[in-house]
């Protein structure tokens, strides 16, 4: 079974919710795909959370509305429509598929956040 690694295209369902057993956040869960590792600092503080994991497995975490450019930077991409007070949130993630990303995705990947510079990814 493919686990999450360098260079690999991953696919996560996401939900978030309120309490660890109510994701009463998101109507439905979503979809992301990404490209992982290829942040210009390294590993984001969310990627470390997915390292190593394999597809059917979840991953849950309390996330403060604070550290959300920190903790996600370049894969600000996550659907999340949070009320306005709301200052801490769960997150629910479903690895849903590893695949090998090709060339064209990973440069296509680089030339996205070269051109986003600093008003979508926080740094």
Known sequence: MEKIDLLKKIT???????????????PRSSEIEFIYGIGVSG??????????????????????????PQVFQHLLLLPLNL????????????????TPADQREVIK????????????CGH
């Not at 996560?12 to 994701?23: F, I, K, Q, R, W």
């Not at 969310?46 to 979840?58: C, H, K, P, S, Y």
């Open 83 to 98: 009320p306005d007070d709301l200052q801490t949130f769960h997150l629910r993630l479903k690895v849903m598929k590893v």
């Open 43 to 68: 590993l984001t503080p969310f990627e470390l959370q997915l390292a190593d994991r394999t597809v059917g497995e979840e991953i849950q975490f309390l996330i403060n509305r604070e550290e959300i």
């Open 12 to 26: 996560l369902s996401v939900e978030a919710g309120t309490a660890p057993d109510s994701m009463d956040l998101s």
């Open 109 to 120: 990947a680089l030339a996205e956040m070269a051109n986003c510079e600093h008003h979508c």
